[in-house]
């Protein structure tokens, strides 16, 4: 489970670059993003960003697509 900066709310203020243990977080493209490859999970980001622009990403699940139901003869 890795957080995600979302850039629509993110007002560069930097609160949640000087809280992090493992400096996962820098600027990118004018705003902050978290290295999901470094990032630790602790959450502590998001408890200090003011916006709350922070939270866990967490991928769409993979849904099989519907079939059909079969004709009955």
Not at 20 to 38: F, L
């Amino acid at each position: 489970m890795v957080y995600k900066i979302d850039p629509n709310k993110c007002v560069t203020c930097g609160a949640c670059a000087g809280v992090c243990p493992v400096a996962a977080i820098s600027p990118k493209d004018g705003k902050y993003w978290i290295n999901p490859e470094m990032c630790i999970s602790c959450g502590t980001c998001a408890g200090v960003c003011p916006m709350m622009a922070i939270a866990v990403d967490v991928p769409a699940p993979k849904v099989a697509p519907a079939t059909p139901p079969k004709a009955t003869a």
